[in-house]
């Protein structure tokens, strides 16, 4: 909940207390290494195995007051702008900066 429920929630709270129509996408993770060793071990596709999981991970938040708005798989989690789309609209610059950095970094 910490990692990723809370934050989200409580920043798509807030705009919407501020009148703002908000869409949280959220979703559960169907990619990896992980998914795929645990679905290997159940005999079951990946998609069965995060369908479950995603079902799971609904009734958990919804104890919360915290609703996934939809499924990863759903077209506005999959079919958005994407990375390209975001630049295209303004929404991301590309531009060179200088940055600092620390050649002797101490260690643990």
Request: hydrophobic content about 35%; aromatic content about 10%.
């Amino acid at each position: 909940m910490a990692g990723f429920g809370v934050p989200s929630d409580v920043f798509a709270r807030f705009q919407r207390m501020r009148g703002r129509n908000v869409l949280m996408v959220s979703g559960t993770d169907e990619h990896g290494t992980p998914l795929l060793v645990q679905a290997d071990k159940e005999g079951v596709t990946v998609r069965e195995l995060a369908d479950r999981y995603n079902r799971q991970i609904v009734t958990d938040l919804a104890v919360w007051d915290c609703p996934m708005t939809f499924h990863p798989h759903h077209p506005h989690h999959t079919g958005g702008p994407g990375f390209q789309g975001l630049y295209e609209n303004g929404y991301m610059l590309k531009e060179t900066t200088q940055e600092l950095f620390a050649v002797d970094w101490p260690t643990c």
